[in-house]
């Protein structure tokens, strides 16, 4: 897999683990634009990458569906409308490094990639609308509720082997928004990003974005998987070590609003005369967007609205970078902040303790910045 890692990501990757492969891109990258090169969108593995060549390649869809199918990358090339959409992926585990150093050696971090502000990335992306394509197969029997994407890749979880299994709800896949695409920003699909096929699941964490798909089931539940089950679950920081049980945990599927500052870096000696350049990035999940990005020079006393890129509700499912030069006449260590607002009037957690979790994930509090300023 590092010889699909060298071909496929660019060089200033910033590998988080090597097996599996997990990386993310530099600050620079990632701020290039509003769509990410493939070459520098973030990587969240599990398991191995599997080499699966799209002639080969055909999707199984059974379980609760009234006509069950094979359907090759032809049939869904040629059965069913083409559409395109412009997607920002985010991993629920993005920002985690601020819930690591908040308490040290709580929550899952051993087992969690200790990601910093790159685990997002946006493309746009070609494929169909999953609702199509079981409506092809007569519809959902009564009773049906969830869709579940298996993928091709295998990993180890205490002592068993699993595929990578993971599900949504219907009510997800009838608004059109569950997309089966080959592909990427343009180019056929990267083999490390899934190919010859993958779901995207627009506003969803990044963990039902299912890669190397190649069955599709209808289920009157959940999956079964530990994914699905036993991972990307939300444990509340009050629920006490002792009671952090899958049970006690939320599923989390919508992503909330979150927003983080790329430049300047933690730590950074800025020397300016008044006004500091900020820039970086915002996204809202579930379908909602960024209306409003916020900078604050002083730790979140005082606020100033920053200039965000690209405000068309078009591409509401991706995400907003935002810029500004914030004023200030302090020198020393100070504290930027960034906070941004959605259009359902959602913002952010103040401090990273004020939505610690015990799983460290989703970050989305007020991403906060120290940097010595002098001037
Ligand atoms: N699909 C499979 N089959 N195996 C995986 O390990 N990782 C998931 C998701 N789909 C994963 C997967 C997670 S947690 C994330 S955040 C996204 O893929 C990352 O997509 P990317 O690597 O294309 O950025
Ligand atoms: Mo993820």
């Given at each position: 897999?590092?010889?699909?890692?060298?071909?496929?990501?660019?060089?200033?990757?910033?590998?988080?683990?090597?097996?599996?492969?997990?990386?993310?891109?530099?600050?620079?990258?990632?701020?290039?634009?509003?769509?990410?090169?493939?070459?520098?969108?973030?990587?969240?593995?599990?398991?191995?990458?599997?080499?699966?060549?799209?002639?080969?390649?055909?999707?199984?869809?059974?379980?609760?569906?009234?006509?069950?199918?094979?359907?090759?990358?032809?049939?869904?090339?040629?059965?069913?409308?083409?559409?395109?959409?412009?997607?920002?992926?985010?991993?629920?585990?993005?920002?985690?490094?601020?819930?690591?150093?908040?308490?040290?050696?709580?929550?899952?971090?051993?087992?969690?990639?200790?990601?910093?502000?790159?685990?997002?990335?946006?493309?746009?992306?070609?494929?169909?609308?999953?609702?199509?394509?079981?409506?092809?197969?007569?519809?959902?029997?009564?009773?049906?509720?969830?869709?579940?994407?298996?993928?091709?890749?295998?990993?180890?979880?205490?002592?068993?082997?699993?595929?990578?299994?993971?599900?949504?709800?219907?009510?997800?896949?009838?608004?059109?928004?569950?997309?089966?695409?080959?592909?990427?920003?343009?180019?056929?699909?990267?083999?490390?990003?899934?190919?010859?096929?993958?779901?995207?699941?627009?506003?969803?964490?990044?963990?039902?974005?299912?890669?190397?798909?190649?069955?599709?089931?209808?289920?009157?539940?959940?999956?079964?998987?530990?994914?699905?089950?036993?991972?990307?679950?939300?444990?509340?920081?009050?629920?006490?070590?002792?009671?952090?049980?899958?049970?006690?945990?939320?599923?989390?599927?919508?992503?909330?609003?979150?927003?983080?500052?790329?430049?300047?870096?933690?730590?950074?000696?800025?020397?300016?005369?008044?006004?500091?350049?900020?820039?970086?990035?915002?996204?809202?999940?579930?379908?909602?967007?960024?209306?409003?990005?916020?900078?604050?020079?002083?730790?979140?006393?005082?606020?100033?609205?920053?200039?965000?890129?690209?405000?068309?509700?078009?591409?509401?499912?991706?995400?907003?970078?935002?810029?500004?030069?914030?004023?200030?006449?302090?020198?020393?260590?100070?504290?930027?902040?960034?906070?941004?607002?959605?259009?359902?009037?959602?913002?952010?957690?103040?401090?990273?303790?004020?939505?610690?979790?015990?799983?460290?994930?989703?970050?989305?509090?007020?991403?906060?910045?120290?940097?010595?300023?002098v001037n």
């Open positions: 897999s590092w010889e699909i890692v060298k071909k496929e990501k660019g060089e200033k990757m910033i590998h988080v683990l090597d097996f599996p492969y997990n990386g993310e891109p530099p600050a620079d990258e990632l701020m290039k634009g509003k769509i990410t090169d493939n070459k520098y969108h973030f990587v969240r593995n599990h398991g191995n990458i599997p080499v699966i060549e799209p002639e080969e390649w055909s999707v199984e869809i059974g379980g609760m569906v009234n006509e069950p199918k094979r359907l090759t990358l032809h049939d869904l090339k040629t059965k069913f409308p083409i559409v395109e959409m412009t997607v920002t992926l985010q991993c629920s585990g993005t920002r985690r490094i601020e819930q690591i150093h908040e308490y040290p050696g709580e929550g899952d971090e051993l087992i969690n990639a200790p990601w910093a502000e790159g685990a997002i990335g946006t493309a746009k992306y070609k494929g169909v609308s999953l609702k199509k394509v079981l409506k092809y197969c007569g519809g959902l029997k009564d009773g049906a509720q969830h869709l579940e994407f298996i993928g091709a890749d295998t990993y180890f979880k205490k002592g068993r082997v699993y595929n990578y299994a993971v599900s949504v709800p219907w009510r997800k896949v009838k608004s059109n928004e569950v997309l089966l695409v080959w592909e990427m920003n343009g180019e056929p699909l990267p083999l490390i990003h899934g190919a010859p096929v993958r779901a995207v699941v627009t506003g969803y964490i990044g963990a039902r974005s299912c890669k190397w798909l190649y069955k599709i089931n209808a289920l009157a539940h959940s999956s079964m998987g530990p994914v699905q089950r036993q991972e990307y679950l939300y444990y509340n920081h009050q629920l006490g070590k002792h009671n952090v049980k899958f049970s006690n945990g939320f599923s989390i599927q919508d992503m909330p609003v979150s927003s983080a500052m790329m430049f300047p870096k933690e730590k950074q000696v800025i020397i300016h005369d008044g006004k500091i350049e900020c820039q970086g990035w915002a996204y809202s999940g579930g379908g909602r967007w960024v209306e409003r990005v916020e900078v604050s020079p002083d730790g979140g006393h005082t606020w100033f609205p920053a200039a965000v890129q690209n405000m068309t509700t078009k591409h509401y499912h991706a995400w907003r970078l935002w810029k500004l030069e914030v004023p200030t006449y302090a020198e020393g260590w100070i504290e930027l902040c960034v906070r941004c607002w959605d259009n359902a009037n959602n913002t952010e957690p103040t401090f990273v303790r004020s939505a610690w979790n015990w799983d460290l994930h989703v970050t989305s509090s007020s991403h906060r910045v120290k940097i010595y300023s």
